[in-house]
């Protein structure tokens, strides 16, 4: 049990709230997963390989419009591609990486990474020459890539891979060779051929027929409004749906990626913010030329381009990203005694909106950007097929929140991807129910730990974003 300061109108300062991820808990007999993303797909499959929750039923309730179709087809992770690499600055995201990459490495047509879903291209991470620490103490993209480059290298002597998979671009030019675009895109960077990138949506598809086969797990269409609570023995019930209907659960699992702050207060550790990307079609000549080219990112100003497939050349950018402030249509749960935020940043799609585009500097950005790392002259002006904006969930430091609610029983938060969760797809779902079952490392529950932080503007500052922080989508349409 959490314990409450006797108070009789509490407030934030008053209450004792219960940050550790390893009580005891008694097994749930029904556990409702809310979004059926990255998170969500994946402790639902790991779920149902834990012997002490044989018995429990397993529900996964998911937003998308279309009846059997899971995940929604506007979700982060439905994507022609996403970088899969152990690249972090952060050692404890580069060895769980490396652990996903024995998954994604498995290329049997049954396996994850079978059938095309991942292609070990070869990855650049860059940067633009620049100090390793910011005025405000936070480190640049450049000292990301080094730090990145060392956490590398000691993978891959700890894997048994030769040295010389890791090759140190020490300048613009030789970044450019190795390209193979002649695209000199950074100052510094290196070549890790142990990474690559997957077909995101064919990869979602595969793990969401292996959570089916199980024959353990409910699916349910349907957009979640509000949680249900019993405000007497501070427990989440359920949830309830824009239809009226409820759902009830002894456990409920908010996984909904960045639409998690309209249900849960996240405004003081996480926001929903929108990144650009863009889609260009290209000649079977160009594929060709185009096929063998690594995955390149500069951390400094976010950009990257992933090899094309059938086609199709996509450029993006991992950045701070646009805000989209709106009103609610029920205040996310709180704690009681605290004011809930009467606005909070919420995704826009192309569900939302068919003719949704990104705003034209978001455009000239990304022109821009490829005209760097792959400088022909036949794309420069070439049009984009499509634009998209594609919706994380940003925290402070760029670490996930995995944790159960600090005030409220049976509610636990798998959220704040940050733009980085997808490569650990096949892991990820066993972290997450090693946290709901007590079982979490100490290293990662302290990183992944509820946290209340003061800030008027969450932003992540690991060193990996580009842009300015605190843009408003609207105002930017504008323009």
Same mark, same amino acid.
């Given at each position: 049990?959490?314990?409450?300061?006797?108070? +009789?109108?509490?407030?934030?300062?008053?209450?004792?709230?219960? @940050?550790?991820?390893?009580?005891?808990?008694?097994? +749930?007999? &029904?556990?409702? $997963?809310?979004?059926?993303?990255?998170? %969500?797909?994946? @402790?639902?499959?790991?779920?149902?390989?834990?012997?002490?929750?044989? &018995?429990?039923?397993?529900?996964?309730?998911?937003?998308?419009?279309?009846?059997?179709?899971?995940?929604?087809?506007?979700?982060?992770?439905?994507?022609?591609?996403?970088? $899969?690499?152990?690249?972090?600055?952060? =050692?404890?995201?580069?060895?769980?990486?490396?652990?996903?990459?024995?998954?994604?490495?498995?290329?049997?047509?049954?396996? !994850?990474? /079978?059938?095309?879903?991942?292609?070990?291209s070869g990855f650049i991470l860059g940067a633009d020459s620049e100090p390793l620490v910011r005025d405000d103490g936070s480190p640049t993209g450049l000292a990301y890539a080094k730090k990145s480059w060392v956490n590398a290298m000691a993978l891959a002597h700890k894997e048994g891979r030769p040295l010389s998979s890791i090759r140190v671009l020490k300048n613009s030019w030789s970044i450019g060779v190795v390209s193979g675009t002649g695209g000199e895109f950074a100052y510094w960077g290196y070549m890790n051929t142990a990474s690559g990138w997957a077909d995101a949506e064919a990869s979602m598809k595969w793990f969401y027929e292996r959570v089916t086969a199980t024959g353990r797990v409910t699916f349910i269409n349907g957009t979640a409004e509000s949680l249900?609570?019993?405000?007497?023995?501070?427990?989440?019930?359920?949830?309830?749906?824009?239809?009226?209907?409820?759902?009830?659960?002894?456990?409920?699992?908010?996984?909904?990626?960045?639409?998690?702050? @309209?249900?849960?207060?996240?405004?003081?550790?996480?926001?929903?913010?929108?990144?650009?990307? %863009?889609?260009?079609?290209?000649?079977? *000549?160009?594929?060709?030329?185009?096929?063998? $080219?690594?995955?390149?990112?500069?951390?400094?100003?976010?950009?990257?381009?992933?090899? +094309?497939?059938?086609?199709?050349?996509?450029?993006?950018?991992?950045?701070?990203?646009?805000?989209? =402030?709106?009103?609610?249509?029920?205040?996310? !749960?709180?704690?009681?005694?605290?004011?809930?935020?009467?606005?909070?940043? *919420?995704?826009?799609?192309? !569900?939302?909106?068919?003719?949704?585009?990104? =705003?034209?500097?978001?455009?000239?950005?990304?022109?821009? %950007?490829?005209?760097?790392?792959?400088?022909?002259?036949?794309?420069?002006?070439?049009?984009?097929?499509?634009?998209?904006?594609?919706?994380?969930?940003?925290?402070?430091?760029?670490?996930?929140?995995?944790?159960?609610?600090?005030?409220?029983?049976?509610?636990?938060?798998?959220? /704040?991807?940050?733009?980085?969760?997808?490569?650990?797809? +096949?892991?990820?779902?066993?972290?997450?129910?090693?946290?709901?079952?007590?079982?979490?490392?100490?290293?990662?529950?302290?990183?992944?730990?509820?946290?209340?932080?003061?800030?008027?503007?969450?932003?992540?500052?690991? %060193?990996?974003?580009?842009?300015?922080?605190?843009?408003?989508?609207?105002?930017?349409?504008?323009?």
């Amino acid at each position: 049990m959490v314990d409450v300061l006797s108070c +009789p109108t509490p407030v934030l300062q008053d209450i004792n709230l219960d @940050t550790d991820m390893n009580p005891k808990r008694e097994t +749930p007999a &029904s556990i409702l $997963i809310i979004g059926a993303g990255v998170f %969500g797909l994946s @402790t639902a499959l790991a779920l149902t390989k834990r012997p002490e929750l044989a &018995s429990s039923s397993i529900t996964v309730l998911d937003r998308s419009p279309e009846a059997g179709v899971f995940p929604s087809r506007d979700a982060s992770s439905i994507d022609s591609s996403r970088i $899969i690499r152990a690249d972090y600055a952060d =050692p404890a995201y580069a060895a769980l990486a490396s652990e996903a990459q024995v998954h994604w490495r498995q290329t049997s047509p049954t396996s !994850l990474g /079978g059938e095309g879903r991942y292609t070990e291209s070869g990855f650049i991470l860059g940067a633009d020459s620049e100090p390793l620490v910011r005025d405000d103490g936070s480190p640049t993209g450049l000292a990301y890539a080094k730090k990145s480059w060392v956490n590398a290298m000691a993978l891959a002597h700890k894997e048994g891979r030769p040295l010389s998979s890791i090759r140190v671009l020490k300048n613009s030019w030789s970044i450019g060779v190795v390209s193979g675009t002649g695209g000199e895109f950074a100052y510094w960077g290196y070549m890790n051929t142990a990474s690559g990138w997957a077909d995101a949506e064919a990869s979602m598809k595969w793990f969401y027929e292996r959570v089916t086969a199980t024959g353990r797990v409910t699916f349910i269409n349907g957009t979640a409004e509000s949680l249900e609570t019993d405000e007497s023995s501070r427990k989440v019930t359920g949830a309830r749906l824009k239809d009226g209907t409820t759902l009830s659960a002894d456990l409920v699992v908010v996984a909904a990626g960045a639409w998690t702050p @309209t249900l849960v207060d996240l405004s003081s550790q996480a926001v929903a913010t929108g990144q650009i990307l %863009g889609y260009m079609d290209i000649t079977e *000549q160009e594929q060709k030329r185009l096929d063998k $080219i690594p995955v390149m990112l500069n951390v400094s100003t976010g950009l990257f381009v992933i090899p +094309p497939r059938n086609r199709v050349l996509k450029i993006a950018r991992h950045a701070y990203g646009y805000l989209n =402030p709106k009103p609610v249509s029920k205040p996310p !749960l709180g704690i009681p005694g605290t004011k809930a935020p009467e606005m909070v940043s *919420q995704p826009i799609t192309h !569900l939302d909106d068919a003719n949704l585009s990104i =705003p034209p500097d978001a455009e000239k950005i990304l022109r821009e %950007g490829l005209q760097k790392m792959i400088p022909w002259p036949e794309l420069k002006d070439r049009p984009f097929s499509r634009t998209r904006l594609c919706w994380y969930t940003d925290t402070t430091t760029g670490d996930w929140l995995i944790d159960y609610h600090p005030y409220w029983q049976g509610l636990f938060i798998a959220t /704040g991807g940050s733009g980085h969760a997808f490569k650990f797809l +096949p892991v990820i779902g066993e972290k997450i129910v090693d946290a709901i079952t007590g079982k979490c490392s100490e290293e990662l529950r302290r990183k992944w730990q509820w946290r209340s932080t003061e800030s008027e503007i969450i932003a992540t500052e690991d %060193g990996s974003r580009g842009g300015k922080p605190g843009l408003i989508l609207e105002d930017e349409m504008k323009k």
